[in-house]
C-alpha cells in the first residue's frame, strides 16, 4: 500500500497555463505538506496544512494554492506557470502532535514547463 | 532559530569504503533528527531517527548518534555499497511540523 501517492509523476506544460497535482496520504494524518525541490537537490518547504491552519512559506508567489477536499488529500494548483516553476515537488504528511515529528513523502511529480 | 548543515557533496566512494556524511543543527528547544535517503527517480524516505541526546538511530547498515554537546548528528556506515548510491538529507524536527533540512549530499559508489 502506498501511504503517500502523488499524480502525475511527471507533468509537461507551456508557460502561462494553470495545472494541478493531487496528493493523497492513507496513514490517517492530520496535516499535509508541499515541498519544492530545485535541480540542486535543495527541498524548500512551500505549505503546511492541516485542518485548522494554513501556513505559507512568504517566499511562495500567490500563483501557487493549496486545496484540500478533505483530511486526505493535498492538492497543489499553480497558475500561469512559468520556467522558473519547474522543479520536482513533493508532497509529504504527518500527525500532528507526534513526539517524533517525522515526515512521510510521497514519490514527487516532475514538473516541466516549455 | 533552526537550522541544518550538511556536508557538501558530491562525495564518491567504492564499495566496501568507510562512509561519514556530517551533519551539524542549530535549534530551540528539544529537536528530533532525521536523515533521509532519496535514490534516483525516488522521494524521500525516512532512513533513522533520533529523538533524544545521545540515542543512535540505525537502519540498513547506517548509524547516526544525536550529540548534544557538539550539535551534530553525522552519518555513519562502515561498508557502502553500490545500493546505496543516492542524495542524503539530514533535518531537524520541533514542534509546529516543520522539517529543517539539509542541502542533501550526492553520494556515489564504485564497484
Known amino acids: 500500500d502506498t501511504a503517500v501517492s502523488q499524480t502525475p509523476k511527471y507533468l509537461v506544460t507551456q508557460m502561462g497555463n494553470d495545472k494541478s497535482i493531487k496528493c493523497e496520504q492513507n496513514?490517517?494524518?492530520?496535516?499535509m505538506y508541499w515541498y519544492k525541490q530545485d535541480s540542486k537537490k535543495f527541498l524548500k518547504i512551500m505549505f503546511s496544512?492541516?485542518?485548522?491552519?494554513?501556513?505559507i512559506n512568504e517566499t511562495v508567489p500567490n500563483r501557487f494554492s493549496p486545496k484540500s477536499p478533505d483530511k486526505a488529500h493535498l492538492n497543489l494548483h499553480i497558475n500561469s506557470l512559468e520556467l522558473g516553476d519547474s522543479a520536482v515537488y513533493f508532497c509529504?504528511?504527518?500527525?500532528?502532535?507526534?513526539?517524533?515529528?517525522?515526515?512521510?513523502f510521497g514519490p514527487g511529480t516532475r514538473l516541466t514547463v516549455t | 532559530g533552526n537550522s541544518v548543515t550538511q556536508m557538501e557533496g558530491p562525495v564518491t566512494l567504492s564499495e566496501e569504503a568507510f562512509l561519514t556524511i556530517n551533519c551539524t543543527y542549530t535549534?530551540?528547544?528539544?529537536?528530533?533528527l532525521f536523515w533521509y535517503v532519496q535514490y534516483p527517480g525516488e522521494g524521500l524516505q525516512l532512513l533513522l531517527k533520533?529523538?533524544?541526546?545521545?540515542d543512535k538511530g540505525s537502519n540498513k547498515g547506517f548509524e547516526a548518534t544525536y550529540r548534544k554537546e557538539t550539535t551534530s548528528f553525522h552519518l555513519e556506515k562502515g561498508s557502502v555499497q553500490v545500493s546505496d548510491s543516492a542524495v542524503y538529507f539530514c533535518?531537524?524536527?520541533?514542534?509546529?511540523?516543520?522539517?529543517?533540512f539539509g542541502t542533501g549530499t550526492r553520494l556515489t559508489v564504485i564497484p
Open positions: 496544512y492541516n485542518n485548522k491552519e494554513l501556513i
Open positions: 509529504a504528511s504527518s500527525q500532528e502532535g507526534s513526539r517524533f515529528y517525522e515526515q512521510y
Open positions: 533535518a531537524l524536527g520541533t514542534g509546529a511540523n516543520n522539517l529543517f
Open positions: 496513514l490517517g494524518h492530520d496535516t
Open positions: 533520533a529523538t533524544k541526546a545521545d
Open positions: 535549534a530551540t528547544g528539544y529537536p528530533s
